[in-house]
């Protein structure tokens, strides 16, 4: 399966994101009907992951390992 870019319109709000026990507070996102793929229930962005020193996806595990959390800027 592949998604492409287009011309689309997606709602749009601030909420509050938990991993862990990081909270994450009016973080832009997207509201989608329905899942982008099967199995999906929302997607990450890089100005999320990047707050975090490094980002490991095990695959085979079915996990994502994050480091520690960057200093704010």
Known sequence: ???GL??????QTETTVGIG?????KVPTG??????????AGLL???LLS???T????GKAGRVI????????
């Not at 287009?6 to 709602?11: G, L, R, T």
């Not at 509201?31 to 999906?40: D, K, S, V, Y």
Request: proline content about 10%.
């Open 66 to 73: 994050l480091g520690p959390r960057r200093p704010a800027q």
């Open 51 to 53: 707050c975090f020193s």
């Open 6 to 11: 287009a011309e689309i319109s997606i709602p």
């Open 21 to 25: 026990a990081h909270a994450f507070e």
């Open 55 to 58: 980002v490991t996806i095990d």
């Open 1 to 3: 399966m592949a998604i």
């Open 31 to 40: 509201l989608h009907e329905t899942a982008i793929f099967p199995g999906e």
């Open 45 to 47: 962005g890089n100005a």
